[in-house]
């Protein structure tokens, strides 16, 4: 079945960095797009960053564009998300998603906190 876990997200000072990972199993990674996803206590999930199935295209919000890299390793079937210059904002349940076939797959998360 269709698996994504995440994982890199921890406490970081403001200005700092993380980066994040999601492995993808029991399908075949190189054939979608991915997504990054981010859900800050008391707001809705909004989407962070999206990358084609090659890499060859990507997409970031407003508010992460120019701080945040989003790209994937598909001979290790790994979706990264770079994170630099981390703003206390940027603190949030961190997601990786996929869909296929109209179906969303979503990992668990990974929390990420900005704080000094």
């Known amino acids: 079945q269709v698996q994504l876990v995440e994982s890199g997200g921890g406490l970081v000072q403001p200005g700092g960095s993380l980066r994040l990972s999601c492995a993808g199993s029991?399908?075949?990674?190189?054939?979608?797009?991915m997504n990054w996803y981010r859900q800050a206590p008391g707001k809705e999930r909004e989407l962070v960053a999206f990358?084609?199935?090659?890499?060859?295209?990507?997409n970031y919000a407003g508010s992460v564009k120019g701080r945040f890299t989003i790209s994937r390793d598909n001979a290790k079937n790994t979706l990264y998300l770079q994170m630099n210059s981390l703003k206390p904002e940027d603190t949030a349940v961190y997601y990786c998603?996929?869909?296929?076939?109209?179906?969303?797959?979503w990992g668990k998360g990974t929390l990420v906190t900005v704080s000094s």
């Open positions: 998603k996929l869909q296929i076939f109209g179906i969303n797959y």
């Open positions: 990358i084609s199935s090659a890499g060859g295209s990507t």
């Open positions: 029991g399908f075949t990674f190189s054939s979608y797009a």
